[in-house]
């Protein structure tokens, strides 16, 4: 359900949303409301559990994962070494 409102714009962002609309075929009030919607999804926290979906099956056409994880492993153990080889402060 929509609800109305109204917004000051400037002349210039108004004749801007007019020429835009006409361009595309709409009216200012769906370009306006096109505007919204990608800022505020720009913007919004994004639901977890909806980016696990999304996520899911993403890797389903790699052939190389065994490498890939293999090469991960080998990297966080030479992080680790190297943390374990650094000095600790004095005074510890």
Same mark, same amino acid.
């Given at each position: !359900? !929509?609800?109305?409102? #109204? %917004?000051?714009?400037?002349?210039? #962002? ?5 020429? %835009?609309?006409? /361009?595309?075929?709409?009216? &200012?009030?769906?370009?306006? /409301?096109?505007? %919204? *919607? ?7 926290? =994004?639901?977890?559990?909806?980016? !696990?979906?999304?996520? &899911?099956? !993403?890797?389903?056409?790699?052939? *190389? ?11 966080? *153990?030479?992080?680790? %070494?190297?943390?374990?080889?650094? =000095?600790?402060? &004095?005074?510890?």
């Amino acid at each position: !359900m !929509m609800e109305r409102t #109204q %917004i000051y714009l400037t002349r210039e #962002q108004r004749d801007a949303l007019r020429i %835009i609309a006409k /361009r595309r075929g709409q009216t &200012v009030s769906e370009i306006i /409301r096109e505007a %919204i *919607d990608a800022y505020i999804d720009l913007y919004q926290e =994004p639901d977890r559990r909806e980016l !696990m979906h999304r996520a &899911v099956g !993403m890797w389903a056409d790699r052939d *190389d994962l065994p490498e890939f994880f293999e090469e991960l492993r080998r990297e966080g *153990d030479r992080d680790l %070494i190297d943390e374990l080889a650094e =000095p600790l402060p &004095v005074g510890h």
